[in-house]
């Protein structure tokens, strides 16, 4: 499985995170749910960048996801979800993901 990020309109191959986080998160959080163990690996082309230092930035934004994928409250998120309530389950995501707390 390949992992980068994009702008839509084309495959950009941009660093992990830069554009879609939430839904980076969402799709490490729904490969976890489903127990998936394959493999995954960066595919990105930085023409402008260092390619070390870009790799570097996604491995570490990587890392922080699944840290973040640790705090997410997985029932207030059933929940919020079976009430199909979005702003609840985002808020829930972005707590997860920036360490927020009320």
């Known amino acids: 499985m ?3 990020d994009n702008l839509r309109g084309w495959d950009d191959d941009l660093v992990v995170g830069t554009v879609h986080l939430t839904e980076i998160f969402e799709f490490f959080h729904v490969l976890r749910k489903n127990q ?3 493999v995954w ?3 990105q082309f930085p023409f402008r960048e260092d390619s ?3 790799a570097r930035t996604s491995i570490q934004i990587l890392k922080r ?3 973040a ?3 997410l409250d997985e029932p207030a998120l059933a ?3 079976e009430r199909q309530d979005a702003m609840a389950a985002q808020r829930l995501v972005q ?3 920036f360490g927020l707390v009320d």
């Open 2 to 4: 390949d992992v980068n």
């Open 36 to 38: 998936w163990e394959g």
């Open 41 to 43: 690996q960066l595919d």
């Open 52 to 54: 070390v230092d870009a």
């Open 65 to 67: 996801i699944y840290r």
């Open 69 to 71: 994928l640790d705090r």
């Open 79 to 81: 929940e919020a979800q």
């Open 95 to 97: 707590d997860a993901l």
